[in-house]
Structure formats: structure tokens, C-alpha cells
């Protein structure tokens, strides 16, 4: 086709669009991506990794919703919930006292809680592997030279609350107390003991086993088995002002399911006995 020819026929496609057209003169057009929804999922530390392979498995099923999770210590959560509602929301909490206290706060509704899955490792009371050899054994803790016992607050955590339980079975409770220390929510534990801001620790054990064993840096005195305390559940809830709650809602319900349960298995995490 000569240049002449190219552009009386360009010429006539202009003139005719939108009227009759002209087979071959249009150009393709591709249809815009469908918008995505973006969900924010509060969740602690501890179980971010193995939530994070649920998340993705949620989203290779459900690609029109994309999920950002923001990793927050349970302590922390009520005032991060209640700062960042510009997108829908929920909150994954390590159990039910931080739970309690969002609903106390009004961050979320009751009847939104759900159970969706609970925490088999034992709460573990460790040391320093340097310059601890005293402490040997739990009743070690109410010797005089224990001086300080990291514990999270058992009013406002659910491990605080689990270990006071588990120490008040066992008789230690009252000698331990009086020994309390709480750091600073945003502080490392570790750091913190090997820094000898205190004497012993009170830890979950997962929260050592990333790597698969304990740090070297430190050691396990003893544990304080499941069946001292009631059981640890991890608990998810709708943020009462979330912007589009159905969707945060139908992660949830994902969470529940068989294949949500079937999901958190893989990832290591152990469903509720009861959806």
C-alpha cells in the first residue's frame, strides 16, 4: 500500500468512527484491571509469619481483595486499632484479655469475636545462658536472688493473665509478684533480659523457636505446662468502624471454615476444637 493510499484509508476511519466503522481500523482496547480492595489486618508479632501464609492463600482465592498486615505486641493493638480506619479493618489478637480490652474500648463489638485458633506451645521461663547458673528450676523464682521477673501485665495480657494462673498453682504466686518488672511495650524481651533490666523472663516458648531451637544466648529454666492455665486463643474481630466491613467480615468467615482451618494447619497454627 503506497503512503497515499495509508492515508486516505487512516482518513476514512476517522470520518466513519462511531458511525458505521470500518473492520481493521480500531484499535484494541483492554478493559481496566478490577479494582482492588485493600483490607488492613491488625495481628501480633508472634503469629505474623504463619498468618501471613494463610493471608496469601486467601488472596490466590479472593484476588480482588489485597491485605495488608500490620504487625503490632498485643499491648499496642487497641491504639493502633482505633488511629488507622481509613481502610476496612480487623484484629487478630494473641487472646482473650487483649480482646476484652478492645471491646471495653469499643474498637469492636462483641458478637463480632471469633475464636480461630489456639496456642499449643507452653509458656517458658528463661534466663541469661551467662551468669544465671542459680536459677535452676520454677521454685527458683521465690529465692532471694531472683530479684526481677519480666511478666506482662495479667490485667491487660493474656500471658500475663495465663502465667499468674499457672504460678498460683503451683504455690509461687505470692513470692513472685512483689518481683514483677513490665518494659516498655515497643522493647525487645531478649534484649531486655541480656541487658539485666531482670533476672528471669516469662516468654511464650514459640516466641524462641523461630530458628527452630532457643537462641544460645539464653536458657529455659522450666515450663509452665497448658494444662496449669485455661487455653491460650487466638481471637479475630471486625473493627466496628471499618469503612466496608463485609469484607473484613468475609475474611473471617474464611477463618472458620474448613478451608481456613484446613489453611492455619499447614501454617502450623492449630484451629479451635469447635468453629
Known amino acids: 500500500m503506497s503512503k497515499l493510499a495509508g492515508a486516505l484509508r487512516w482518513a476514512m476511519c476517522l ?3 462511531g458511525g458505521v466503522g470500518l473492520a481493521g481500523c480500531s484499535r484494541p482496547t483492554r478493559k481496566p484491571p478490577a479494582e482492588r480492595v485493600a483490607l488492613n489486618i491488625y495481628l501480633p508479632c508472634v503469629i505474623s509469619s504463619p498468618l501471613r501464609k494463610v493471608i496469601n492463600n486467601y488472596e490466590t482465592g479472593h484476588p480482588e481483595v489485597e491485605i495488608w498486615d500490620e504487625k503490632e505486641k498485643p499491648l499496642a493493638l487497641a491504639k493502633a486499632a482505633s488511629v488507622r480506619q481509613s481502610r476496612p479493618a480487623l484484629v487478630i489478637t494473641m487472646g482473650d484479655v487483649e480482646m476484652a480490652s478492645l471491646v471495653r474500648a469499643g474498637v469492636v463489638a462483641r458478637d463480632r469475636v471469633r475464636d480461630i485458633g489456639v496456642n499449643t506451645y507452653p509458656m517458658a521461663v528463661i534466663v541469661p545462658a551467662k551468669g544465671a547458673e542459680r536459677v535452676r528450676k520454677l521454685a527458683d523464682l521465690a529465692e532471694p536472688w531472683v530479684k526481677r521477673v519480666y511478666l506482662e501485665d495479667p490485667a491487660q495480657s493474656t500471658l500475663g493473665d495465663r502465667a ?16 514483677l518488672v513490665q518494659f516498655d511495650p515497643d522493647a525487645n524481651v531478649l534484649d531486655q533480659l541480656l541487658d539485666g533490666k531482670a533476672d528471669a523472663a516469662v516468654v511464650f516458648e514459640d516466641c524462641l523457636l523461630e530458628g527452630g531451637t532457643p537462641p ?4 529455659v529454666v522450666g515450663e509452665l505446662p497448658l494444662g496449669a492455665y485455661p487455653p491460650v486463643t487466638y481471637q479475630a474481630a471486625v473493627i466496628s468502624s471499618a469503612p ?6 468475609a475474611f473471617v468467615d474464611y477463618l472458620i471454615s474448613p478451608g481456613g ?8 497454627l492449630s484451629p479451635p476444637a469447635k468453629p
Do not use: N
Open 244 to 249: 466496608k466491613p463485609e469484607v473484613a467480615q
Open 261 to 268: 482451618r484446613e489453611a492455619l494447619q499447614r501454617a502450623g
Open 15 to 17: 470520518a466513519l468512527a
Open 216 to 219: 544460645k544466648t539464653i536458657r
Open 164 to 179: 499468674k494462673r499457672a504460678f498460683q498453682e503451683r504455690g509461687l504466686w505470692d513470692k513472685v509478684a512483689p518481683k
